[in-house]
């Protein structure tokens, strides 16, 4: 009776392993992206007015792996800030304008286009802006994320 406990057991294992790697598997296509909830301001965005965002995957509240799209205005600027974890982000399209330092220097600033990869490492300023045309950013990083203005009252209000 015991042994039949052990592989009922292990048989409930292996099946709840691959519901939780089905739950995992995900394929979006930007018709499929434009149909998921969007937000403003969430977890691991700068929280600026009119910034877009969309949970592509995870929980960037929660311990693990996640992405988020962002789609920013045209004319934005996020102030200096940082996050507690490393992240990575591919801009999609429009033109985001990225620069690493404790205060939002234009002249530190690099113009990237679609297709373009940058870092975020964990307590790393970095700032960014948009002109014009605006910009998607797809940013993914391992959770709990944070998001931490070098100067407080950078942050916006909610």
């Known amino acids: ?24 598997q995900v394929r979006l296509a930007p018709s499929d992206i434009q149909g998921l ?8 965005t700068s929280g600026v007015s009119g910034i877009r965002t969309t949970v592509l995957y995870g ?34 399209g429009g033109v ?13 600033v690099k113009v990237l286009p679609p297709g373009s990869f940058y870092s975020e490492p964990a307590g790393v300023e970095h700032f960014a802006m948009t002109g014009p045309e605006g910009a998607v950013v797809y940013i993914s990083g391992y959770g709990p994320t944070s998001t931490d203005y070098v100067e407080p009252a950078d942050a916006p209000k909610p």
């Open 1 to 24: 009776m015991s042994r039949r406990l052990v592989l009922a057991g292990a048989a409930l294992l292996l099946i709840a392993g691959a519901a939780s790697a089905q739950e995992r």
């Open 37 to 44: 909830a969007q937000g403003g301001a969430t977890a691991g």
């Open 59 to 92: 929980d960037p509240t929660k311990a693990g792996p996640y992405t988020i799209a962002l789609k920013v205005p045209p004319n934005t600027r996020i102030a200096a800030h940082g996050h507690r974890d490393d992240r990575t982000a591919i801009v999609v």
């Open 96 to 108: 985001w304008r990225f620069g690493y330092g404790r205060k939002a220097d234009e002249s530190l």
